[in-house]
């Protein structure tokens, strides 16, 4: 079935860019600008999910791999980014999308003023990269490796090509629950970036499994929902870190919150306000974004109480709560989170919320942590109910 997979998928992609067919999902490309040294045949084939959020931190110099480039638009956007110092790789399975991208590319480097273009196409298979070992700084993709059939291999292949301390940023399709088998098997929903999508879970499971860290979500978005499945075009980053030393000065972490505890993917525990001995390479992790904003590091232990400035809390509005079907999925980068009102977030599983909490969840603090689906087929009256006692029902 995988080479199956591959073949029609391939084929379904020669199909789209010789025809130039629209397909696939939400962006936030601002075309406008894109126009302006990226030509018509390349955005006009676009199939990602989400935008190139991870360009946002390349500096000039940086190599960048985008798996499975398509007509090359990222690729494009990320040779401005990095200049004419830096490099890109664009890796494809399909001819027809390479042939594209590759005749685009001098016409790009012309119309960004480079000397010679510093984006190269390569013909390969996301499980199995013509990329060599450690030799990327940022990995993008966008709308690809649910294509994959086996996802797990090219999360370790992202893991192999990039360098130590290096990064990724990756817009995919995603699945509040497993998909079933009828639709597994459906090779034409499949190569609409449905089939073979993964729950939040797995797909992030994957990702660390293969040895990265702090992943999270950069933005989530409600794709399509069928037979009561609702998918989701997620884009998510993370990081492989930097071998260092685990020993060394002591080094404390303190949680400032809005959660009120959390387990990191290394299984170290904090409570808010408390302050936790961590070793180097926790306070690595512990220095990058998004955990920067969410601890306070330091050489003495910190401690802080509800009155400090730096605690962060969200607490639920006294009132009876109504059930409507909302769902809030915790998308990290903890791969466990504790709120005030006794709910326990698992990293990518959903968990039914009423009214209250879903308030709390689209405040400032937590919503970054967070993609709400609603599972009722119909509006939900709904009917007030009181918690109870000791809390934790909603
Ligand atoms: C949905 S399109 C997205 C293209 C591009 N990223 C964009 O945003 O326009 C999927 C692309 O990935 C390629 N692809 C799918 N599965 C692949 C795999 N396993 N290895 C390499 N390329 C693959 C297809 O040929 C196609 O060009």
């Not at 999508?197 to 929902?225: C, N």
């Amino acid at each position: 079935m995988i080479d199956d997979i591959a073949q029609k998928v391939s084929e379904r992609y020669a199909r789209a860019a010789a025809t130039g067919e629209q397909m696939c999902c939400p962006t936030g490309y601002n075309f406008n600008d894109l126009k302006t040294f990226i030509p018509e045949e390349v955005l006009h084939i676009s199939y990602g999910c989400g935008t190139p959020a991870g360009l946002d931190t390349v500096r000039a110099g940086e190599t960048v791999l985008d798996i499975g480039s398509g007509g090359g638009i990222d690729c494009f956007e990320a040779a401005r980014r990095v200049g004419p110092s830096g490099r890109v790789i664009g890796i494809d399975m399909t001819d027809t999308m390479l042939e594209i991208a590759r005749r685009n590319a001098p016409i790009v480097a012309k119309n960004l003023g480079h000397p010679s273009s510093n984006v190269e196409f390569r013909k390969g298979i996301a499980d199995t990269m013509p990329v060599n070992d450690g030799s990327v700084d940022l990995i993008i993709s966008n709308c690809v490796i649910n294509l994959a059939p086996d996802k797990r291999k090219v999360f370790r292949e992202m893991f192999r090509i990039l360098k130590p301390g290096g990064r990724f940023t990756i817009s995919d399709i995603v699945a509040d629950q497993t998909v079933p088998q009828y639709l597994i098997h459906d090779t034409e929903k499949w190569g609409d970036c449905l089939s073979g999508a993964l729950t939040v879970s797995d797909y992030i499971g994957g990702m660390v499994e293969a040895g990265f860290l702090g992943i999270h979500q950069i933005k989530t978005l409600p794709w399509q929902r069928i037979d009561g499945i609702q998918f989701l075009s997620i884009t998510l980053t993370g990081y492989k870190l930097e071998t260092v030393q685990p020993n060394g000065p002591s080094r404390f972490a303190t949680l400032l919150g809005p959660f009120s505890k959390v387990t990191d993917e290394l299984g170290q525990s904090y409570r808010r306000g408390v302050a936790q001995q961590i070793n180097n390479r926790t306070a690595r992790m512990l220095s990058a974004p998004p955990f920067q904003r969410l601890f306070v590091l330091s050489e003495s232990p910190t401690i802080l109480v509800e009155s400090d400035p730096g605690w962060i809390a969200v607490l639920p509005e006294q009132k009876p709560c109504v059930w409507k079907g909302d769902f809030a999925i915790f998308t990290g980068p903890f791969i466990e989170a504790e709120d005030d009102d006794h709910h326990v977030f698992l990293r990518g599983t959903p968990l039914e919320i009423c009214s209250k909490t879903l308030k709390v969840i689209a405040t400032d603090h937590y919503q970054p942590h967070f993609a709400v689906i609603n599972r009722a087929s119909e509006d939900v009256a709904g009917t007030a109910v009181s918690c109870a006692p000791g809390g934790g029902c909603c």
